[in-house]
């Protein structure tokens, strides 16, 4: 198993970041459409990308 403190930061990262997106979309008046295509879009394909990038994953020996 991997260690709970890495996939929560990892998490918490994408979490911040997503929070940005929604505040930058609310400056430009964006459409509510954007609102949740963006946020979805960061969290999910944030997430494969630092499982793909062996993050998530547990390293050999551990």
Do not use: C, E, Q
């Amino acid at each position: 198993m991997v260690s709970k403190i890495r996939v929560l930061l990892g998490m918490l990262v994408l979490l911040a970041l997503a929070v940005g997106a929604i505040a930058l979309l609310a400056s430009m008046k964006a459409d509510p459409v954007w609102f949740t295509i963006v946020p979805l879009g960061i969290l999910f394909i944030g997430a494969s990308v630092i499982r793909s990038l062996g993050w998530f994953t547990r390293k050999t020996g551990d």
